[in-house]
């Protein structure tokens, strides 16, 4: 009986051939070198940071080289999937200005003519090359039982020989196709293995684009590669996929360079080129204990990047972060290019670090400061309220309608050489002006810094004498200052530190515990931005009735 029969007693449905797809799905028309490279990730609802980072690095190749990103769909693992988990991928990879050319743009929707770009909606396009390899003798039906793999298993462990489906243990690589087909017609469940003719004892080398040429014993492995239910295993889909999609690029997580001889094996049995690899280290957090890990979606937040949302960090310094991350050499560049952007940045694949990097939240945060530091008060505005619609009400409506206000708040010590950083993110900065609005000032219970000077009466008496006599409104900011100094000494404090210094007893204190009842009595707090800032923002009014609410 010829493998041609036993193929057609297997995959009676397929009717097309390998050839008819290769005709379906051309050679690419780009440019030398476009890298075409996609995002494979299993439906699962949300995007874990490390992929993020993986994600973004393909975007920013395929965009180098005008190549081509697009979103697969790998769904053949039904218990990583959740209801509606494309969508939750699209929607994170949007958060993060990640597009794709082709394949999903919704829960059910996709574009591009390299699809269908669901793994299961392949099932065809799997059997029609499975059916080749049987045709071409290069797999075979195995139906060996769970029962029957464990007993291979023990006696491997028994005899300390390496575990797996190879060599003399492979049993029903050499049934004949006449037993074959009797099985296969009494109903006997089978699975589809590859017949694999490499040697454990030769070496094959991946050329691998992060970690350069490593070496790996070949596969001897007949691995299974669609089960029983007629659904493909990752390595069967991988090569078939990213053959079909014409993938130029494989990005992925190491934890598949070791299966990487098995894919090469598969590719070259089908006389398919090879992509380039690059595998990609993880994502990993230093944990109580000292100890590396990875990210891990379970114990940290961090981990999904949703996080980054609704924390309200900068998605430009969610992106700044990931290219340092993912090109060492990025962030001293980005240093000396402060006006140019991510997209100016040539990105070098033997730049990514072959050990995993450490995700460092607060290094994270601390771009996202400069960055926000670096926004006109205007767009500070536009962002927090955009936050601040999703997060907090409260907040937002303030914020509408005090549009203007805000705005002014915003750019206290901003358009400056040296811009204050106070802000870590959006979700931060009503925190750091919170006392800026009566509405969330007016609170009985308001807690009120430290001071130096304690005595009431003597508090009284600086913010009665300070805001009848001094207070000017039209005051410039030098002649404020100037009288703040007057102020201080007539009531007996040191206006020049200097002087304090020298004669401490000779003073009852100096300008800055003078200062610091006012910015306290105007604002509950004894660091803010600039006093004259805050005073003249707040206006004469409010500040009297603050005055009078800190005294009482
Ligand atoms: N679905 C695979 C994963 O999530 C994709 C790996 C690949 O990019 O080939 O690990």
């Known amino acids: 009986m010829t493998n041609k029969e036993l193929a057609d007693l297997m995959y009676p449905n397929v009717n097309k051939t390998v050839e008819d797809y290769e005709k379906l799905y051309p050679k690419r028309?780009?440019?030398?070198?476009?890298?075409?490279?996609?995002?494979?990730?299993?439906?699962?609802?949300?995007?874990?940071?490390?992929?993020?980072?993986?994600?973004?690095?393909?975007?920013?190749?395929?965009?180098?080289?005008?190549?081509?990103?697009?979103?697969?769909?790998?769904?053949?693992?039904?218990?990583?999937?959740?209801?509606?988990?494309i969508q939750g991928i699209i929607d994170d990879l949007n958060n993060f200005d990640i597009n794709i050319d082709e394949g999903f743009v919704s829960q059910t929707e996709e574009i591009g003519n390299?699809?269908?770009?669901?793994?299961?909606?392949?099932?065809?396009?799997?059997?029609?090359?499975?059916?080749?390899?049987?045709?071409?003798?290069?797999?075979?039906?195995?139906?060996?039982?769970?029962?029957?793999?464990?007993?291979?298993?023990?006696?491997?462990?028994?005899?300390?020989?390496?575990?797996?489906?190879?060599?003399?243990?492979?049993?029903?690589?050499?049934?004949?196709?006449?037993?074959?087909?009797?099985?296969?017609?009494e109903g006997k469940p089978y699975v589809l293995r590859l017949k694999s003719t490499g040697d454990f004892n030769k070496k094959i080398v991946v050329n691998d684009l992060v970690r350069g040429k490593i070496e790996f014993p070949e596969n001897d492995i007949d691995h299974v590669l669609i089960k029983s239910d007629g659904v493909p295993v990752y390595h069967f889909a991988h090569v078939v996929d990213d053959h079909l999609m014409k993938t130029t690029h494989v990005l992925r997580g190491e934890e598949w360079l070791s299966s990487t001889p098995l894919h090469i094996e598969l590719f070259k049995k089908f006389n398919f080129d090879i992509p380039k690899y690059a595998h990609l280290g993880l994502v990993m957090k230093v944990d109580e204990n000292g100890s590396r890990r990875k990210l891990s979606k379970r114990k940290d937040p961090e981990a999904a990047v949703s996080y980054y949302h609704e924390q309200g960090i900068p998605v430009e310094a969610v992106k700044l972060y990931l290219m340092t991350i993912a090109n060492s050499n990025f962030e001293s560049w980005y240093d000396a290019n402060k006006d140019k952007s991510i997209d100016d940045f040539k990105?070098?694949?033997?730049?990514?670090?072959?050990?995993?990097?450490?995700?460092?939240?607060?290094?994270?945060?601390?771009?996202?400061?400069?960055?926000?530091?670096?926004?006109?008060?205007?767009e500070v505005y536009n962002q927090t309220l955009e936050y601040a619609k999703e997060y907090d009400q409260e907040f937002y409506h303030l914020l509408i309608k005090y549009k203007d206000y805000s705005i002014?708040?915003?750019?206290?010590?901003?358009?400056?050489?040296?811009?204050?950083?106070?802000?870590?993110?959006?979700?931060?900065?009503?925190?750091?002006?919170?006392?800026?609005?009566?509405?969330?000032?007016?609170?009985?219970?308001?807690?009120?810094?430290?001071?130096?000077?304690?005595?009431?009466?003597?508090?009284?008496?600086?913010?009665?004498?300070?805001?009848?006599?001094?207070?000017?409104?039209?005051?410039?900011?030098?002649?404020?200052?100037?009288?703040?100094?007057?102020?201080?000494?007539?009531?007996?404090?040191?206006?020049?530190?200097?002087?304090?210094?020298?004669?401490?007893?000779?003073?009852?204190?100096?300008?800055t515990d003078i200062s610091t009842v006012i910015r306290v009595a105007l604002t509950s707090k004894a660091q803010t931005p600039d006093l004259y800032m805050l005073l003249k923002l707040i206006g004469k009014e409010r500040i009297l009735k603050r005055f009078n609410k800190f005294i009482k």
């Open 347 to 378: 990105f070098d694949f033997k730049k990514i670090s072959e050990s995993g990097t450490l995700f460092d939240l607060d290094k994270l945060l601390n771009i996202s400061r400069n960055y926000i530091s670096r926004l006109k008060a205007s």
């Open 408 to 511: 002014a708040i915003f750019n206290i010590e901003r358009e400056q050489k040296k811009p204050r950083k106070d802000y870590e993110r959006f979700g931060n900065i009503k925190d750091e002006v919170w006392y800026m609005y009566d509405e969330l000032f007016d609170m009985d219970n308001l807690k009120y810094d430290w001071m130096k000077i304690t005595d009431r009466n003597e508090i009284a008496n600086i913010l009665n004498i300070y805001i009848n006599e001094y207070y000017d409104e039209t005051d410039s900011k030098d002649e404020w200052f100037e009288k703040i100094k007057q102020l201080t000494n007539r009531l007996g404090y040191a206006a020049n530190m200097k002087d304090y210094k020298e004669n401490p007893d000779d003073f009852k204190g100096n300008v």
């Open 114 to 185: 390299y699809g269908p770009y669901l793994q299961t909606n392949r099932l065809e396009i799997y059997h029609t090359y499975a059916k080749y390899l049987v045709e071409n003798d290069m797999a075979y039906p195995c139906f060996c039982s769970s029962e029957e793999l464990d007993e291979i298993r023990k006696e491997q462990e028994k005899k300390k020989d390496r575990l797996g489906y190879y060599g003399k243990y492979a049993k029903d690589r050499n049934l004949t196709n006449e037993k074959r087909v009797e099985l296969i017609k």
């Open 29 to 85: 028309d780009l440019k030398q070198g476009a890298i075409v490279t996609r995002f494979a990730p299993s439906p699962t609802g949300f995007v874990h940071m490390g992929s993020l980072c993986s994600a973004f690095i393909g975007r920013k190749v395929a965009n180098d080289t005008d190549g081509i990103y697009y979103l697969r769909i790998e769904d053949t693992d039904q218990k990583r999937s959740v209801e509606n988990g």
